[in-house]
T-cell receptor, first 115, second 114 residues
């Protein structure tokens, strides 16, 4: 069965510092996509970054980068230069490549950025 | 391009009633998925529609149903509401154009069942 594990219920980081949010996954599918979403208190899920299982390089999007280690089945999100507006819930999700857009989510990590 | 819209944003119902939630995807997107988010169960997949056909369904009772129209707009219906149905219901759309396609979410409908 496919599963996403986020072991950090909460994280604190000081403004302008970098922070890593952990995500491990389990799947027997040969091809899959990994996603990170941010959910502020308003509730909307905001797409941050995507990594395909066959991508050779780690994905980057502005201040977000994904540390993808396929052999370890981990897809950690790195946020550089944290800002107060980064305070939110962060979810890691996985989707198999074929036949469905269904996302399997982890339990999330609540990030709090302090001045 | 306008994002995914969901209506209504907030809803209060009583046990036993039924409710219909609406989702309008991003223009050009043909796939719509629904998720339920609760503090206890987290984010759970409800169902997925593509070109008016249900392509995938999560593990929810038959009280939860959905449909998609020819313009890709989708509705989900919950009949005989229970207290445990109180949740944030999120809709997501994608072009379903391939494995790298991203799902974009709407703001959600917050349902409270009294």
């Amino acid at each position: 069965a496919q599963k996403i594990t986020q072991t950090q219920p909460g994280m604190f980081v000081q403004e302008k510092e970098a922070v890593t949010l952990d995500c491990t996954y389990d799947t027997s599918d040969p091809s899959y996509g990994l996603f990170w979403y941010k959910q502020p208190s308003s509730g909307e899920m905001i797409f941050l970054i995507y990594q395909g299982s066959y991508d050779q390089q780690n994905a980057t999007e502005g201040r977000y980068s994904l540390n993808f280690q396929k052999a370890r089945k981990s897809a950690n999100l790195v946020i550089s230069a944290s800002q107060l507006g980064d305070s939110a819930m962060y979810f890691c999700a996985m989707r198999p490549f074929l036949g469905t857009d269904k996302l399997i989510f982890g339990t999330g990590t609540r990030l709090q950025v302090f001045p | 391009k306008a994002g995914v819209t969901q209506t209504p944003r907030y809803l209060i119902k009583t046990r036993g009633q039924q409710v219909t939630l609406s989702c309008s995807p991003i223009s050009g997107h043909r796939s719509v998925s629904w998720y339920q988010q609760t503090p206890g169960q987290g984010l759970q997949f409800l169902f997925e529609y593509f070109s008016e056909t249900q392509r995938n369904k999560g593990n929810f009772p038959g009280r939860f149903s959905g449909r998609q129209f020819s313009n890709s707009r989708s509705e989900m219906n919950v009949s005989t509401l229970e207290l445990g149905d109180s949740a944030l219901y999120l809709c997501a759309s994608s072009g379903s154009n391939g494995p790298t396609d991203t799902q974009y979410f709407g703001p959600g409908t917050r349902l409270t069942v009294l």
